[in-house]
């Protein structure tokens, strides 16, 4: 029997792709394939991708989710973002579920989560 094995790619509606490009690019995104310009744009994100489709009838998207994306450092993405010009959620927080984490919201409003997992003893600290 089949097995669902991973995730290749999310794919998140834009409606002003050179804004969303600029936003992601601005945080680090390697973009493989598309731009500014261009109807759909892909960025390599460790083994998947996550892409951007343009939605000129889409009028303000409002988001639809949250996108999680690990990364090796949480409190130096956190910096990053702020220091691009974005605002997060929250500052990085240790959650019981054993993650360090925080919300950022992309110029269409979907939901970005960069994650790390914590180590053994730290999820014990939370779990109190």
Known sequence: MAHIESISAVT???????????????LGFERRYGGGSADFTSFHVGEGYLNLALRR??????????????????????????????????????????????????????????ARPLDGDAVARTAR
Request: net charge negative; proline share 7%; aromatic share 14%.
């Open 12 to 26: 998140l509606v834009t409606a002003d792709m050179a804004r969303a490009v600029r936003f992601y690019e601005a």
């Open 57 to 114: 009838d889409a009028g303000d998207v409002d988001g639809w989710g949250r996108t999680i994306l690990y990364v090796s450092d949480v409190d130096a993405m956190h910096e990053r973002v702020r220091a691009a010009g974005f605002v997060p959620e929250f500052p990085p927080r240790d959650a019981p579920w054993g993650e360090r984490y925080f919300h950022v919201r992309d110029p269409d409003g979907h939901e970005l989560s960069f």
